[in-house]
T-cell receptor, first 112, second 112 residues
Framework: EADIYQTPRYLVIGTGKKITLECSQT?????MYWYQQDPGMELHLIHY???????EKGDLSSESTVSRIRTEHFPLTLESARPSHTSQYLC???????????FGSGTRLTVV | QKEVEQDPGPLSVPEGAIVSLNCTYS??????FMWYRQYSRKGPELLMY????GNKEDGRFTAQVDKSSKYISLFIRDSQPSDSATYLC????????????FGPGTRLSVLP
């Protein structure tokens, strides 16, 4: 079944740790995105990619980095986690001719 | 003023009611409009995608766009407890995902 997968679903980690949030999609979509979602707030775009070896920062300043070495894989890395990084991170994808996004179930990150 | 405004709710209605969810926006250049449904602890899923003004119907759901008033609506007929979720509107002036602007969402509860 074509889908988009995020792991882990929940993560509690200590300040200063390096973490990588995984996102993979099986739909062959060329466009992928990372959003940050806080309760009652708008989704904010933090990174996006329009294809392999193409990554851009979104409108929300973020200390995270991303890579796109394979079409299906778009991991997000935080080199040194801080409590201010506590949030839900949503990965999404869209394909040529597709309108709107397919979202993953999200990773809920808590930095203590 | 935020680009997209949406009443956060919560909105509680009895089963079978007609639900009206709304967003207002300030950017007259927006012409792509979307509604997403997000269940608790899940990612958003695309419900409706419309271009420019007018109505679009899909089963119990009708999306309406009034560009002259900068106002969009989602109507749910014969609401069911399974419709209980947060509904997000999103819009853009083009079809490039990095330019989508999301509302904060309206939390809906349909009571049996």
């Amino acid at each position: 079944e074509a889908d988009i997968y995020q792991t882990p679903r929940y993560l509690v980690i200590g300040t200063g740790k390096k973490i990588t949030l995984e996102c993979s999609q099986t739909m062959g979509h060329d466009k992928m995105y990372w959003y940050q979602q806080d309760p009652g707030m708008e989704l904010h775009l933090i990174h996006y990619s329009y294809g392999v070896n193409s990554t851009e920062k979104g409108d929300l300043s973020s200390e995270s980095t991303v890579s796109r070495i394979r079409t299906e894989h778009f991991p997000l890395t935080l080199e040194s986690a801080r409590p201010s990084h506590t949030s839900q991170y949503l990965c999404a994808s869209s394909g040529q001719g597709n309108y709107g996004y397919t979202f993953g179930s999200g990773t809920r990150l808590t930095v203590v | 003023q935020k680009e997209v405004e949406q009443d956060p709710g919560p909105l509680s209605v009895p089963e079978g009611a007609i639900v009206s969810l709304n967003c207002t926006y300030s950017n007259s250049a927006f012409q792509y409009f979307m509604w997403y449904r997000q269940y608790s602890r899940k990612g958003p899923e695309l419900l409706m995608y419309t271009y420019s003004s007018g109505n679009k119907e899909d089963g119990r759901f009708t999306a309406q766009v009034d560009k002259s008033s900068k106002y969009i609506s989602l109507f749910i007929r014969d609401s069911q407890p399974s419709d209980s979720a947060t509904y997000l509107c999103a819009m853009s002036y083009d079809n490039y995902g990095q330019n989508f602007v999301f509302g904060p969402g309206t939390r809906l509860s349909v009571l049996p």
